[in-house]
T-cell receptor
Framework: DVKVTQSSRYLVKRTGEKVFLECVQDMDHENMFWYRQDPGLGLRLIYFSYDVKMKEKGDIPEGYSVSREKKERFSLILESASTNQTSMYLCASSYDRGAGYEQYFGPGTRLTVT | SQQGEEDPQALSIQEGENATMNCSYK?????LQWYRQNSGRGLVHLILIRSNEREKHSGRLRVTLDTSKKSSSLLITASRAADTASYFC??????????FGTGTKLQVIP
């Protein structure tokens, strides 16, 4: 079974703090993704990575950065957290072998910035 | 953006009834996928339909795709209380780009 894990289920941080969200997958997937999910807005892609050290901006990259030093790990960084970054953050991974890019999701991290 | 739009936004049915939800999108796609999300959890992939397919079945799920109308529907037959969840369509175009819709919240009443 594919497993995608995220470092925290719930996180509370203060405005201005640097925040790290970690995601690990155990199926040797090439692609990894970070989304945020807000009521009424669905899932919006922040960044994705199709290989180690490679990254591409998604639809809403402002205020975020990412790091992928190892194939199994993809980190999302909030350089200076703000209250409008309070959200549910979802990590996903997928193969890059013509499987149609079916994505496997982690359980999510609910981040609150106060 | 080619974000999918699900319709209806919310649906409440009795156990045993069928549930139908629809997805519309804006541009051409390689494939379309449906996902399910239980409250406060990650998404789980249900079914994928390619742009050259018109219908696909998986257990109690039936998905149709009409590329001329840029729309898809997900039918859940003989619904169960455990089907209560949010359902999202996701369109895939180009290299790795997956775009999710805003979801349909389904409640199945026992």
């Amino acid at each position: 079974d594919v497993k995608v894990t995220q470092s925290s289920r719930y996180l509370v941080k203060r405005t201005g703090e640097k925040v790290f969200l970690e995601c690990v997958q155990d199926m040797d997937h090439e692609n990894m993704f970070w989304y945020r999910q807000d009521p009424g807005l669905g899932l919006r892609l922040i960044y994705f990575s199709y290989d180690v050290k490679m990254k591409e901006k998604g639809d809403i990259p402002e205020g975020y950065s990412v790091s992928r030093e190892k194939k199994e790990r993809f980190s999302l960084i909030l350089e200076s957290a703000s209250t409008n970054q309070t959200s549910m953050y979802l990590c996903a991974s997928s193969y890059d072998r013509g499987a149609g890019y079916e994505q496997y999701f982690g359980p999510g991290t609910r981040l609150t910035v106060t | 953006s080619q974000q999918g739009e699900e319709d209806p936004q919310a649906l409440s049915i009795q156990e045993g009834e069928n549930a139908t939800m629809n997805c519309s999108y804006k541009t051409s796609i390689n494939n379309l996928q449906w996902y399910r999300q239980n409250s406060g959890r990650g998404l789980v992939h249900l079914i994928l339909i390619r742009s050259n397919e018109r219908e696909k079945h998986s257990g109690r799920l039936r998905v149709t795709l009409d590329t001329s109308k840029k729309s898809s529907s997900l039918l859940i037959t003989a619904s169960r209380a455990a089907d209560t969840a949010s359902y999202f369509c996701a369109t895939v175009k180009g290299y790795q780009k997956v775009t999710f819709g805003t979801g349909t919240k389904l409640q199945v009443i026992p």
